[in-house]
């Protein structure tokens, strides 16, 4: 596939979504590179439904814009936005670095890719609003039907949104740019509603009033991920974030109700009452709002209590259960102390036993190994007593005494 510069210059060959995609699993393993390619497809659905009479060229430049873009984007998330180089992305998608930088001005802009559309479509919405239509009222439809997106998102897409806001909120740069969008879209609506009221844009009330806005825009992204987060999807989660904002709107109203006369310029004193009642009628919806909103924050304030309540119950008993069988287990292990004791005495008893009586049999050994020869000895001396007497008498014998024996009267 090719694809054209931004502005106009050679084309170049894009990579095919086989090597990306091989690129990408190497990169994030194949879980994420097939939610990106979900993402990458639902995103492409969205361009053709926003922009559905562009031609070929323009829809090619959009998909290489939106191709360069997801991919950035699904790199930042995994590896932060200060540890990926624009080359990177370049090499990843398979253009030029000057092909980035011709759809991107900057690397935050490769996060922030809607700026200049979601400008135009305030200015659009503020310029085209309807017939007693107030400012806030006008932007908040153009809100709402960004919300549609919200029904078909695949459950891929979702597992993104917190990760890409955690990245902004940790990324001074990103967060810098967040702000910038904010500053020059109150910029544009300061200009719009000061053009409505024909007034100074430096005047208080202009000012003031695109400033709340504005902040619509800011609640809307705030508003998706708490839904999101607390596990809201399709149309429940659509429902949740325009509720919102509507919520915020009637506030809004309330407090620019005069402005809103301002900017519509309403003269006759019956056009004066009905906005009136209208400002009313929104300042009840408002209180009625906030008081659902404080019963619902006391609730869940009470809940939270009775839930540490209930765990710092549960964590007495557990350690009461703890510390009682901690005193079984010593008292087991005494015992078992105890017993060893005992056992090793009476071991030590009986071996001092076996001991004595083996050396007592010992002892006797001795002394009968010394009688045995002792009787040996007297054995020997009678049998040369015999020998010696028998060979007395014997015919021619010398009857001579051997040294060694006695006669029976030679005694001492």
């Known amino acids: 596939m090719t694809a054209e510069g931004a502005e106009g210059g050679p084309r170049e060959e894009i990579s095919d979504d086989a090597r990306i995609r091989g690129v990408l699993e190497r990169e994030l393993g194949e879980e994420l590179a097939h939610a990106f390619f979900v993402a990458?497809?639902?995103?492409?659905?969205?361009?053709?439904?926003?922009?559905?009479?562009?031609?070929?060229?323009?829809?090619?430049?959009?998909?290489?814009?939106?191709?360069i873009s997801d991919v950035a984007t699904t790199l930042f998330v995994v590896r932060g936005f200060d540890h990926v180089k624009v080359s990177e992305i370049a090499e990843t998608v398979g253009v030029s670095e000057k092909t980035v930088y011709n759809y991107f001005p900057t690397k935050e802009s490769l996060v922030f890719d809607r700026t200049d559309e979601?400008?135009?479509?305030?200015?659009?919405a503020l310029r085209g609003r309807g017939a007693g239509e107030s400012p806030t009222r006008a932007v908040l439809r153009a809100l709402s039907d960004d919300m549609d997106d919200l029904e078909d998102l695949p459950e891929e897409l979702y597992m993104f949104f917190p990760l890409f806001s955690e990245m902004i909120a940790?990324?001074?740069?990103?967060?810098?740019?967040?702000?910038?969008?904010?500053?020059?879209?109150?910029?544009?609506?300061?200009?719009?509603?000061?053009?409505?009221?024909?007034?100074?844009?430096?005047?208080?009330?202009?000012?003031?009033a695109a400033r709340a806005i504005v902040a619509l825009t800011d609640l809307s992204f705030a508003s998706r991920m708490r839904h999101i987060e607390t596990g809201l999807r399709g149309r429940e989660l659509r429902g949740a974030v325009v509720g919102d904002l509507e919520r915020a709107a009637r506030l809004l109203d309330a407090g620019l109700w005069s402005f809103n006369l301002l900017s519509q310029g309403a003269r006759t004193h019956r056009q004066v009452r009905e906005a009136a009642a209208a400002a009313e009628d929104a300042r009840r919806q408002v209180q009625k709002a906030l008081r659902q909103a404080r019963s619902a924050w006391r609730e869940l304030i009470r809940d939270e209590r009775?839930?540490?309540?209930?765990?710092?119950?549960?964590?007495?008993?557990d350690g009461d259960v703890a510390r009682g069988e901690?005193?079984?287990?010593?008292?087991?292990?005494?015992?078992?102390?105890?017993?060893?004791?005992?056992?090793?005495?009476?071991?030590?008893?009986?071996?001092?036993?076996?001991?004595?009586?083996?050396?007592?049999?010992?002892?006797?050994?001795?002394?009968?190994?010394?009688?045995?020869?002792?009787?040996?000895?007297?054995?020997?001396?009678?049998?040369?007593?015999?020998a010696a007497a028998a060979s007395r008498e014997r015919p021619g014998a010398t009857h001579e005494r051997p040294r060694d024996v006695r006669r029976p009267d030679d005694r001492a």
Do not use: C, N
Request: hydrophobic share 35%.
């Open 326 to 386: 901690q005193r079984g287990e010593a008292h087991r292990l005494r015992a078992d102390a105890r017993r060893m004791r005992a056992e090793v005495k009476r071991e030590a008893g009986e071996l001092g036993r076996a001991a004595g009586e083996l050396a007592q049999q010992a002892a006797y050994e001795a002394f009968r190994a010394k009688l045995e020869k002792r009787h040996e000895a007297i054995r020997a001396r009678h049998e040369a007593m015999r």
């Open 40 to 67: 990458r497809a639902t995103q492409e659905r969205w361009e053709r439904r926003r922009h559905p009479d562009d031609g070929l060229r323009e829809r090619k430049k959009r998909r290489t814009r939106q191709q």
């Open 170 to 208: 940790t990324t001074p740069a990103l967060r810098a740019a967040w702000l910038d969008l904010q500053s020059r879209l109150v910029e544009v609506a300061t200009g719009e509603l000061a053009r409505l009221a024909d007034v100074d844009p430096r005047e208080p009330e202009p000012m003031v």
């Open 118 to 124: 979601t400008i135009e479509r305030l200015t659009a």
């Open 306 to 317: 009775a839930d540490a309540r209930r765990a710092r119950g549960e964590a007495r008993r």
